[in-house]
């Protein structure tokens, strides 16, 4: 899938995220998940800061709730894998927060880009 230049370095990071989902499943990853926490603030952060006012500026308001709401829950799994609680639960919900973003909210967000959304 050819996404914008603008979302190459967001989706390059997904590949890293697929791999720690992965582990977190397979279980025993805290120390991953630590080693990752800094890089996966910095790319929620990232979201938050560009692509969500972007979808509400196009009227996707509920694209822009999910993507915080999915942070923010992301966020909490992992303070508990970190305590060695959760990991699988932690790791499918990162695993689905990188499909959707993938799946659903990048093309909303190349759409925008491209001035089709109203």
């Known amino acids: 899938m050819q996404r914008d230049p603008r979302l190459v370095p967001l989706s390059r990071e997904h590949h890293a995220a697929l791999r720690l989902g992965r582990q977190l499943i397979n279980g025993g990853a805290s120390m991953a998940l630590g080693a990752q926490r800094a890089e996966l603030a910095a790319h929620f952060a990232e979201e938050e800061r560009s692509l969500a006012p972007l979808l509400e500026t196009h009227g996707e308001h509920a694209l822009a709730a999910r993507l915080r709401a999915e942070h923010r829950q992301l966020e909490a799994l992992f ?29 909303a967000v190349e759409a925008c880009f491209d001035g089709v959304l109203t």
């Not at 932690?90 to 990048?106: C, K, M, N, P, S």
């Open 79 to 107: 303070a508990a894998a970190e305590r060695g609680e959760r990991e699988a639960e932690a790791g499918r919900a990162l695993i689905d927060h990188v499909r959707f973003e993938e799946r659903e909210l990048f093309p």
